[in-house]
Nanobody, 121 residues
Framework: QVQLVESGGGLVQTGGSLRLSCAAS????????MGWYRQAPGKERELVAT????????NYADSVKGRFTISRDDSKNMVYLQMNSLKPEDTAVYYC??????????????WGQGTLVTVSS
């Protein structure tokens, strides 16, 4: 089993900052990539940012480029999302995602339980 646990969500005013963290644990051999997705009320889940754990290559949604930064700590199997210049439209539940190779050799896509980010206007 593999678990992802997110933290760092909360209420912030427009223009403020938050840092989300996600820790992966369990029967992990290696992690290919980790990322953040979000789902606003009444909308579909969308990609926010992803990062390759080995190469460190990053990918961002156009809506967050220049404001959000994804980073990783390979030694701790953690990924972070630094969110600056937050806007009300960033309000959503943010989910961590990981592509994991388990100790058994099986590849598994895993989701966290989500953390709520609310940006007040």
């Amino acid at each position: 089993q593999v678990q992802l646990v997110e933290s760092g969500g909360g209420l912030v005013q427009t223009g403020g900052s938050l840092r989300l963290s996600c820790a992966a644990s369990g029967s992990i051999f290696s992690i290919n990539n980790m990322g953040w997705y979000r789902q606003a009320p009444g909308k579909e889940r969308e990609l926010v940012a992803t990062i390759s754990m080995s190469a460190g290559s990053r990918n961002y949604a156009d809506s967050v480029k220049g404001r959000f930064t994804i980073s990783r700590d390979d030694s701790k199997n953690m990924v972070y999302l630094q969110m600056n210049s937050l806007k009300p439209e960033d309000t959503a539940v943010y989910y961590c995602n990981a592509g994991v190779i388990m100790n058994s050799g099986r590849y598994l896509g895993v989701w966290g339980q989500g953390t709520l980010v609310t940006v007040s206007s």
